[in-house]
T-cell receptor
Framework: DTEVTQTPKHLVMGMTNKKSLKCEQH?????MYWYKQKAKKPPELMFV???????INESVPSRFSPECPNSSLLNLHLHALQPEDSALYLC????????????????FGQGTRLTVV | AQKITQTQPGMFVQEKEAVTLDCTYD???????LFWYKQPSSGEMIFLIY??????QNATEGRYSLNFQKARKSANLVISASQLGDSAMYFC??????????????FGGGTRVLVKP
Protein backbone atom coordinates (compact mmCIF):
# COMPACT_ATOMS: atom_id res chain seq x y z
CA ASP A 1 0.00 0.00 0.00
CA THR A 2 1.71 3.15 -1.24
CA GLU A 3 -1.21 5.52 -0.90
CA VAL A 4 -1.80 8.74 0.89
CA THR A 5 -5.53 9.36 1.17
CA GLN A 6 -6.96 12.84 1.59
CA THR A 7 -10.54 13.76 2.37
CA PRO A 8 -12.52 15.58 1.24
CA LYS A 9 -11.42 16.00 -2.38
CA HIS A 10 -13.31 19.28 -2.68
CA LEU A 11 -14.44 21.71 0.00
CA VAL A 12 -16.31 24.99 -0.18
CA MET A 13 -16.49 26.91 3.07
CA GLY A 14 -17.55 30.32 4.27
CA MET A 15 -15.22 32.66 6.08
CA THR A 16 -16.92 31.98 9.40
CA ASN A 17 -16.94 28.19 9.07
CA LYS A 18 -14.76 25.66 10.86
CA LYS A 19 -13.71 22.65 8.82
CA SER A 20 -10.97 20.02 8.84
CA LEU A 21 -8.91 18.36 6.17
CA LYS A 22 -7.86 14.78 6.79
CA CYS A 23 -4.90 12.76 5.59
CA GLU A 24 -4.14 9.09 6.19
CA GLN A 25 -1.26 6.80 5.27
CA HIS A 26 -0.48 3.21 6.21
CA UNK A 27 3.07 2.97 4.90
CA UNK A 28 4.66 3.29 8.33
CA UNK A 29 6.00 6.72 7.47
CA UNK A 30 6.88 8.85 10.48
CA UNK A 31 7.20 12.18 8.64
CA MET A 32 4.04 13.88 7.39
CA TYR A 33 3.58 17.19 5.64
CA TRP A 34 1.03 19.79 4.65
CA TYR A 35 1.60 21.83 1.51
CA LYS A 36 -0.45 24.64 -0.01
CA GLN A 37 -0.49 25.06 -3.77
CA LYS A 38 -1.99 27.99 -5.66
CA ALA A 39 -2.83 27.64 -9.35
CA LYS A 40 0.23 27.47 -11.63
CA LYS A 41 2.59 27.69 -8.65
CA PRO A 42 4.77 25.11 -6.90
CA PRO A 43 3.67 23.61 -3.58
CA GLU A 44 4.61 25.68 -0.55
CA LEU A 45 5.46 23.89 2.65
CA MET A 46 3.21 24.70 5.61
CA PHE A 47 3.94 22.13 8.33
CA VAL A 48 6.07 19.06 8.95
CA UNK A 49 5.45 16.44 11.62
CA UNK A 50 8.20 14.05 12.64
CA UNK A 51 7.24 11.18 14.94
CA UNK A 52 3.92 12.91 15.62
CA UNK A 53 5.62 16.08 16.79
CA UNK A 54 5.50 19.36 14.92
CA UNK A 55 9.01 19.93 13.60
CA ILE A 56 8.52 22.69 11.02
CA ASN A 57 5.99 25.52 10.92
CA GLU A 58 6.65 27.85 8.01
CA SER A 59 5.12 30.89 9.72
CA VAL A 60 1.62 29.82 8.78
CA PRO A 61 -1.27 31.99 10.09
CA SER A 62 -2.99 30.62 13.18
CA ARG A 63 -6.25 30.15 11.28
CA PHE A 64 -4.56 26.94 10.07
CA SER A 65 -4.06 24.48 12.91
CA PRO A 66 -2.38 21.12 12.25
CA GLU A 67 -2.84 18.02 14.33
CA CYS A 68 -1.18 14.61 14.22
CA PRO A 69 -3.24 12.31 16.49
CA ASN A 70 -1.23 9.20 15.60
CA SER A 71 1.42 7.97 13.21
CA SER A 72 -1.10 7.34 10.40
CA LEU A 73 -3.26 10.44 10.57
CA LEU A 74 -2.70 14.11 9.91
CA ASN A 75 -5.39 16.76 10.16
CA LEU A 76 -5.51 20.41 9.20
CA HIS A 77 -8.13 22.40 11.08
CA LEU A 78 -9.43 25.50 9.34
CA HIS A 79 -11.12 28.46 10.99
CA ALA A 80 -11.94 31.98 9.83
CA LEU A 81 -10.23 31.56 6.48
CA GLN A 82 -9.95 34.26 3.86
CA PRO A 83 -10.73 33.98 0.13
CA GLU A 84 -7.01 34.12 -0.61
CA ASP A 85 -6.63 30.83 1.27
CA SER A 86 -8.40 29.10 -1.61
CA ALA A 87 -5.92 26.59 -2.99
CA LEU A 88 -5.06 22.93 -3.40
CA TYR A 89 -3.90 21.50 -0.06
CA LEU A 90 -1.59 18.54 -0.40
CA CYS A 91 -0.63 16.06 2.26
CA UNK A 92 2.52 13.97 1.96
CA UNK A 93 4.45 11.40 3.95
CA UNK A 94 7.93 9.94 3.88
CA UNK A 95 10.14 7.62 5.85
CA UNK A 96 12.21 8.85 8.71
CA UNK A 97 15.33 6.97 9.72
CA UNK A 98 16.85 7.03 13.14
CA UNK A 99 20.33 7.04 11.64
CA UNK A 100 19.73 10.60 10.52
CA UNK A 101 19.75 9.92 6.81
CA UNK A 102 16.40 10.58 5.19
CA UNK A 103 16.76 9.96 1.51
CA UNK A 104 13.41 8.57 0.52
CA UNK A 105 10.84 10.25 -1.60
CA UNK A 106 7.69 11.85 -0.27
CA UNK A 107 4.39 10.29 -1.32
CA PHE A 108 1.59 12.75 -1.95
CA GLY A 109 -2.16 12.50 -1.73
CA GLN A 110 -4.46 13.80 -4.47
CA GLY A 111 -5.14 16.93 -2.47
CA THR A 112 -8.16 18.84 -1.28
CA ARG A 113 -9.31 21.69 -3.51
CA LEU A 114 -10.47 24.33 -1.05
CA THR A 115 -12.61 27.30 -2.00
CA VAL A 116 -13.31 30.00 0.59
CA VAL A 117 -16.34 32.15 -0.18
CA ALA B 1 18.88 27.86 2.46
CA GLN B 2 17.97 25.93 -0.64
CA LYS B 3 16.83 27.24 -4.00
CA ILE B 4 15.59 25.37 -7.05
CA THR B 5 15.32 27.03 -10.45
CA GLN B 6 13.42 25.70 -13.44
CA THR B 7 13.90 28.16 -16.30
CA GLN B 8 11.42 26.64 -18.77
CA PRO B 9 7.84 27.61 -17.87
CA GLY B 10 6.41 25.55 -20.74
CA MET B 11 7.47 23.17 -23.49
CA PHE B 12 5.96 21.42 -26.46
CA VAL B 13 7.30 18.02 -27.47
CA GLN B 14 6.35 15.75 -30.32
CA GLU B 15 5.03 12.33 -29.37
CA LYS B 16 7.77 9.63 -29.35
CA GLU B 17 10.54 12.22 -29.10
CA ALA B 18 12.76 12.88 -26.09
CA VAL B 19 12.56 16.02 -23.98
CA THR B 20 14.94 17.51 -21.41
CA LEU B 21 13.64 19.56 -18.50
CA ASP B 22 16.18 21.82 -16.85
CA CYS B 23 16.75 22.15 -13.12
CA THR B 24 19.49 24.00 -11.31
CA TYR B 25 19.84 24.25 -7.57
CA ASP B 26 21.73 26.01 -4.85
CA UNK B 27 22.35 24.66 -1.37
CA UNK B 28 24.82 24.86 1.47
CA UNK B 29 24.13 21.25 2.46
CA UNK B 30 26.93 18.77 1.82
CA UNK B 31 24.52 15.87 1.48
CA UNK B 32 21.21 16.28 -0.33
CA UNK B 33 18.68 14.54 -2.48
CA LEU B 34 17.10 15.68 -5.71
CA PHE B 35 13.64 14.57 -6.82
CA TRP B 36 11.42 14.98 -9.85
CA TYR B 37 7.65 14.91 -9.56
CA LYS B 38 4.90 14.91 -12.19
CA GLN B 39 1.60 16.67 -11.50
CA PRO B 40 -1.25 15.97 -13.93
CA SER B 41 -4.30 18.20 -14.00
CA SER B 42 -5.90 15.96 -11.36
CA GLY B 43 -3.52 17.47 -8.81
CA GLU B 44 -1.69 14.46 -7.43
CA MET B 45 2.11 14.75 -7.20
CA ILE B 46 3.63 11.59 -8.66
CA PHE B 47 7.22 10.72 -7.76
CA LEU B 48 9.35 9.97 -10.83
CA ILE B 49 13.03 9.70 -9.94
CA TYR B 50 15.59 10.37 -7.19
CA UNK B 51 19.29 11.31 -7.23
CA UNK B 52 21.45 11.50 -4.13
CA UNK B 53 24.30 13.97 -4.07
CA UNK B 54 26.67 11.13 -3.20
CA UNK B 55 25.50 8.90 -6.08
CA UNK B 56 28.21 8.53 -8.72
CA GLN B 57 25.89 7.25 -11.40
CA ASN B 58 22.96 9.06 -12.93
CA ALA B 59 19.58 7.72 -11.86
CA THR B 60 17.29 6.00 -14.35
CA GLU B 61 13.70 4.79 -13.97
CA GLY B 62 12.16 3.38 -17.11
CA ARG B 63 11.74 6.24 -19.60
CA TYR B 64 13.03 8.77 -17.08
CA SER B 65 16.68 9.54 -16.55
CA LEU B 66 18.38 12.23 -14.55
CA ASN B 67 21.41 14.05 -15.95
CA PHE B 68 23.19 14.98 -12.72
CA GLN B 69 26.11 17.40 -12.97
CA LYS B 70 27.15 18.15 -9.42
CA ALA B 71 29.81 20.74 -10.22
CA ARG B 72 27.31 22.71 -12.27
CA LYS B 73 24.56 22.12 -9.68
CA SER B 74 22.16 20.85 -12.28
CA ALA B 75 19.78 17.87 -12.28
CA ASN B 76 17.99 17.77 -15.61
CA LEU B 77 15.22 15.27 -16.28
CA VAL B 78 15.18 13.46 -19.60
CA ILE B 79 11.95 11.81 -20.73
CA SER B 80 12.50 9.46 -23.64
CA ALA B 81 9.86 8.36 -26.18
CA SER B 82 7.27 10.90 -25.00
CA GLN B 83 3.68 9.76 -24.70
CA LEU B 84 0.46 11.79 -24.67
CA GLY B 85 0.03 10.86 -21.02
CA ASP B 86 3.27 12.67 -20.21
CA SER B 87 1.48 16.00 -20.63
CA ALA B 88 1.61 17.50 -17.14
CA MET B 89 3.46 19.89 -14.86
CA TYR B 90 6.91 18.70 -13.78
CA PHE B 91 8.59 19.84 -10.58
CA CYS B 92 12.19 19.51 -9.50
CA UNK B 93 12.67 19.37 -5.73
CA UNK B 94 15.44 18.91 -3.20
CA UNK B 95 15.95 18.07 0.46
CA UNK B 96 18.95 18.06 2.74
CA UNK B 97 19.77 14.53 3.89
CA UNK B 98 21.19 15.05 7.35
CA UNK B 99 18.85 14.96 10.32
CA UNK B 100 19.54 18.59 11.17
CA UNK B 101 18.17 19.62 7.79
CA UNK B 102 14.77 18.43 8.87
CA UNK B 103 12.37 17.20 6.25
CA UNK B 104 11.91 20.35 4.23
CA UNK B 105 11.31 19.46 0.58
CA UNK B 106 11.77 22.55 -1.57
CA PHE B 107 10.24 22.79 -5.05
CA GLY B 108 11.21 24.67 -8.18
CA GLY B 109 8.66 26.71 -10.12
CA GLY B 110 7.76 23.87 -12.46
CA THR B 111 7.73 23.24 -16.20
CA ARG B 112 4.51 22.51 -18.08
CA VAL B 113 4.97 19.90 -20.80
CA LEU B 114 2.48 19.39 -23.60
CA VAL B 115 2.98 16.36 -25.84
CA LYS B 116 1.68 16.80 -29.36
CA PRO B 117 0.37 13.81 -31.37
Amino acid sequence: DTEVTQTPKHLVMGMTNKKSLKCEQHMGHRAMYWYKQKAKKPPELMFVYSYEKLSINESVPSRFSPECPNSSLLNLHLHALQPEDSALYLCASSQERDTGITNTEAFFGQGTRLTVV
Amino acid sequence: AQKITQTQPGMFVQEKEAVTLDCTYDTSDQSYGLFWYKQPSSGEMIFLIYQGSYDEQNATEGRYSLNFQKARKSANLVISASQLGDSAMYFCAMRGLIKAAGNKLTFGGGTRVLVKP
